[in-house]
T-cell receptor, first 112, second 112 residues
Framework: KQEVTQIPAALSVPEGENLVLNCSFT??????LQWFRQDPGKGLTSLLL?????REQTSGRLNASLDKSSGRSTLYIAASQPGDSATYLC???????????FGGGTRVLVKP | DAGVIQSPRHEVTEMGQEVTLRCKPI?????LFWYRQTMMRGLELLIY????????DSGMPEDRFSAKMPNASFSTLKIQPSEPRDSAVYFC??????????FGPGTRLTVL
């Protein structure tokens, strides 16, 4: 059974510092990996989707890498801003394609 | 596109009552997922449909839970009878061909 772990569970950084969020998964036979952002009391917003054949994906200040062989993904957020404060979740698609398994999330606080 | 639409956004009910949650997927998406989010267990997949057919309901906690997708534009998740431990945020997500999932805003359910 696939297990997804995100460490640390919470992170606090001063504004302007780069954020590094980690995600690990136990079964490397994944289809895709997706990073989400969730604001308190809100739904999930998709940030980046990395296909299994890709090693990284970029969108603005966000960059996500994927290393299937080691079972790890990292989300980098450059020059953090207070508006980046949220919970970040990673989720892996099983090899069959559809089922998503979520990590527990990392709660980020960016202090002004 | 309006995105995934869920209703109601908030539901407060008493133990033993029937609860029906509704979801309208993004037009053209052929996969629909129901998730539950709690502080203790995080995000859990309850059931998912492909082309209106239930594929995997192994995450449905008990027989009190049932889900239907009568057509490509509508799905329901029903809890009967409801119990306090069912209190959670229920998310509907949709996708196309197992690619990327898009989440609705969620329904916050409180069972007293």
């Amino acid at each position: 059974k696939q297990e997804v772990t995100q460490i640390p569970a919470a992170l606090s950084v001063p504004e302007g510092e780069n954020l590094v969020l980690n995600c690990s998964f136990t079964d490397s036979a994944i289809y895709n990996l997706q990073w989400f952002r969730q604001d308190p009391g809100k739904g999930l917003t998709s940030l980046l989707l990395i296909q299994s054949s890709q090693r990284e994906q970029t969108s603005g200040r966000l960059n996500a890498s994927l290393d299937k062989s080691s079972g790890r993904s990292t989300l980098y957020i450059a020059a953090s801003q207070p508006g980046d404060s949220a919970t970040y979740l990673c989720a892996v698609y099983e090899a069959a394609g559809n089922k998503l398994t979520f990590g527990g999330g990392t709660r980020v606080l960016v202090k002004p | 596109d309006a995105g995934v639409i869920q209703s109601p956004r908030h539901e407060v009910t008493e133990m033993g009552q029937e609860v029906t949650l509704r979801c309208k997927p993004i037009s053209g998406h052929n996969s629909l997922f129901w998730y539950r989010q709690t502080m203790m267990r995080g995000l859990e997949l309850l059931i998912y449909f492909n082309n209106n057919v239930p594929i995997d309901d192994s995450g449905m906690p008990e027989d009190r839970f049932s889900a239907k997708m009568p057509n490509a534009s509508f799905s329901t998740l029903k809890i009967q009878p409801s119990e306090p431990r069912d209190s959670a945020v229920y998310f509907c997500a949709t996708g196309y061909r197992g690619y990327e999932q898009f989440f609705g805003p969620g329904t916050r359910l409180t069972v007293l």
